[in-house]
Structures are given as structure tokens and as C-alpha cells.
């Protein structure tokens, strides 16, 4: 094998290994989510009984991956036991549509002609009904409800009568409910409730010592006869040194200040991946600082750079009044607070207060700071309430790579910060 082939097959394994779900969530591990999940369905297929199961946390953290590995392992296992049914909050919300759907995937599983004319009683009945023929026939069949909390809303009859349907011996059904709330099962009516099983799969961010467990996974190439022995090993010592590595871990780490979901860390995993050195056939620290760069987007820091330097001076007054814990913050209060910085530094360069006025009001155009809220809309710009929507981070970052800026209001800010 020449040298070039194994460097590019190295890149598409890494690829194809963080777009696989299967690779990344699939471990064996007692106390993963995966191996939790898959218990409590392979037990419920079984042993012929029913059950009630919350799959939650942040979106992007793996809920819905977690389960697709886990049904279709069981599909291969149990190939004529099981059968699924799709249901989202944001579609099928309303009980009418809810079972309306039920009835067309139930009819579709067992060939059996659909209604559309079948009215909320009929397909009501009709869902029973399979579900006893399901569990005399010990075929268990999974309800997968996306968005959970939105089938919470209103009379909750869907959830009332899947749930109070199971109750029934020669019934056999597992509910899966998804969602991002954490307080989901606590949206339920006590009627609702009682027959909940009470089981929760908690899906949280990963830690910065699991993110990088994760990375190991993920970027360790095998060392068998795919790839050349030394090759394998000095690819793999080469990602040990950069994950162990201090750089990168504060790389890593303001990665995940800003989003710590497992999907935007591979999506950052990618980037860095697909900026491998060809030549070298190894990833560099240099790979994952370029993606860091390139994923992270900085509108806030874009239009700073566009800032005049009276504009900047509004918003260090603004975070020093923040600072300072000022309950309402407006025009007037920023004013005063320009003066005295002014009166402070002895500054050459004062404004009027019409100017100041002007570049308050581009401020506000350019989104970087807002009204506090839609009262007072009758009143004068200079008397309403405004807050900043820029960090006190952003703002510093801004202030540094900015050409022009006075060094008072570096000084004042790394005082503040």
C-alpha cells in the first residue's frame, strides 16, 4: 500500500466514524445510556410486560441517536417481536391527528387497509384492539414520542389511553418519551401519572474529562493490518500528545463554553478532521485551533470592529454601570457615566450630547444593545431602560483587536473584568 493511500483512508475512517452513531454511543459500558436504554426495552420484549421510559436533556445531547442504535440492534435481534411507531409533539400534538397516525403506521406494520374517513372513537378502538392481537401474538410495540412535553399540553387523552391501554395484561407496549425539558414527566395530570413508570434516562452535556475520553475514541486508528504498524501508532501517540496537551485544552474548553452538546462537538471533531495535513498524514494542534476559528462565529466581534470610538465608550459605560449594579440603566445614567470616566482620564476628545445621542441610537439599530422591554414606547429614547447584548468576553475581546481604541478603555475593562 503506497504511503498516500493510507493517509487518505485514515481521514475517511475518522469521517465515516463521527457520522456513525453506532460507533460513537454504542458501548457495552454498565452505565452508559445505551446500555440502559437497550436493558429495559430487551426486557419488556422478553418478558412480555409493559413500560414507560423518558429519554431527557439539551437537544444535541444524543437522545434520539441513542435510541435509533439501540432500536435497531433489537430489530436484528428480534426481528418479528417488534414493532415501531412514530409520533412527534410538533405534528401530531392534537389527539385527532395523534391517533389518526397511530392507526396509519399500525395499518401499514400489519397490511391492513387504512381509513381516512375512520373517525378519533374508531381509531381509538382500533389501537386497543392491535394492541391486545400484538401481545397474544408476544410482539411488543414501541411508541416513540418525540417532543414529549408538547403531547403534555391539553386533555392528554393520547397519553391516557396508551398508557391506560397497557395496563391490560395480554396487552404489550413500550412508551418512549423525548424531550428537552427535564420537568416533563411533571407536565402530566395525576390520572396520567399514575400509570407512568416512572423511569428517566438522564442525557447531560459530557464533562471536559468525557469530551475528551470521547475524542480518544474517536480519533485512535486500529492497530491491525489495515493500516501500516508504525503508522497506526505514531498517529495515535501524535492525537494522545495534542489531547494531553495544555493548548489545546483551553481550545477545547472555550469549544464547549460555548455549546457542550455531544453534536457540536463533533461537528468541531469534523472540522478538524477534514483540515488533516495530507502531507504529513497526521492532525495537528494547528488542525483543530483552524476549526475552532472557523466554526466559531463572532457577530457581536464583527460589528464592534465597525464601532466609532464614541460607540465603544457607550458600551464600557454601559458594562460599568452593569458592574456597578444599577437596577434601570438609560441614556441619561450613561451620560453621567461618560462624564466622569471623562473627568477621570482627562480625555482630549469630548461629545456633545446630541452626538452621543446619535451613536446611542446606531447602537440600538445595530442590535448591540436593546430596550429592556416594549413598555414606554411613548417616551423619548433617552428616559427608556436598555441592557447590553454583548459579554463582558465580547466586549474585551473587541476592545483589544481594535485598532483605534483608546488603551484607558483596555485598562478599564481588564479593571472591571
Known amino acids: 500500500m503506497e504511503p498516500e493511500n493510507h493517509k487518505t483512508k485514515a481521514v475517511n475512517v475518522l469521517r465515516s466514524r463521527i457520522c456513525d452513531p453506532k460507533f460513537i454511543f454504542n458501548n457495552d459500558y454498565p452505565d452508559s445510556n445505551y446500555s440502559k436504554l437497550k436493558f429495559m426495552i430487551s426486557s419488556s420484549v422478553t418478558e412480555a410486560c409493559n413500560n414507560s421510559i423518558l429519554l431527557l436533556g439539551p437537544r444535541g445531547s444524543g437522545k434520539n441517536a441513542v435510541l435509533e442504535v439501540v432500536i435497531q440492534d433489537l430489530l436484528q435481534e428480534y426481528p418479528d417481536s417488534i414493532s415501531v411507531i412514530r409520533l412527534n409533539g410538533l405534528l401530531h400534538s392534537d389527539d385527532v391527528s395523534a391517533f389518526k397516525e397511530i392507526a396509519r403506521q399500525l395499518c401499514m406494520e400489519h397490511q391492513l387497509l387504512f381509513s381516512k374517513a375512520a373517525s378519533f372513537d374508531d381509531n ?207 441614556f441619561n445614567s450613561v451620560m453621567k457615566e461618560y462624564k466622569s470616566m471623562h473627568d477621570s482620564f482627562r480625555t482630549s476628545e469630548y461629545y456633545s450630547r446630541n452626538v452621543c445621542l446619535r451613536a446611542f441610537e446606531h447602537l440600538l439599530h445595530l442590535e448591540m444593545i436593546c430596550f429592556t422591554d416594549n413598555r414606554g414606547q411613548n417616551l423619548s429614547v433617552e428616559f427608556r431602560p436598555v441592557k447590553l447584548l454583548i459579554s463582558s468576553a465580547e466586549l474585551h475581546q473587541g476592545l483589544r483587536a481594535y485598532n483605534s481604541c483608546p488603551a484607558y478603555l483596555i485598562k478599564l475593562m481588564d479593571r472591571e473584568g
Open 124 to 330: 381509538s378502538q382500533f389501537m386497543v384492539a392491535i394492541l391486545k392481537e400484538c401481545g397474544l401474538a408476544h410482539k411488543t410495540v414501541i411508541f416513540v414520542l418525540e417532543e414529549f412535553d408538547l403531547f403534555a399540553q391539553g386533555k392528554q387523552r393520547l397519553l391516557y389511553s396508551l398508557l391506560d391501554a397497557m395496563q391490560s395484561i395480554t396487552s404489550q407496549a413500550v412508551v418512549l418519551g423525548i424531550s428537552c425539558r427535564l420537568d416533563a414527566d411533571q407536565l402530566l395530570e395525576k390520572r396520567v401519572r399514575s400509570r407512568f413508570s416512572h423511569r428517566k434516562l438522564l442525557f447531560l452535556p459530557p464533562s471536559m474529562e468525557d469530551s475528551q475520553k470521547l475524542l480518544m475514541h474517536m480519533l485512535t486508528l486500529p492497530i491491525d493490518s489495515s493500516f501500516p504498524h508504525d503508522y497506526a501508532t505514531e498517529f495515535n501517540t501524535k492525537v494522545q500528545n495534542i489531547i494531553e496537551d495544555r493548548k489545546f485544552k483551553e481550545t477545547l474548553q472555550k469549544y464547549l463554553n460555548v455549546d457542550s452538546s455531544v453534536k457540536h462537538l463533533l461537528r468541531f471533531l469534523f472540522c478538524a478532521v477534514s483540515r488533516m495535513d495530507l502531507q504529513t498524514g497526521f492532525l495537528s494542534q494547528e488542525s483543530f485551533e483552524i476549526a475552532f476559528s472557523s466554526i466559531q462565529r463572532q457577530p457581536k466581534l464583527e460589528c464592534l470592529r465597525n464601532c466609532s470610538n464614541l460607540e465603544l465608550h457607550i458600551l464600557v459605560c454601559m458594562k460599568r454601570l452593569e458592574v456597578k449594579e444599577k437596577s434601570l440603566c438609560n
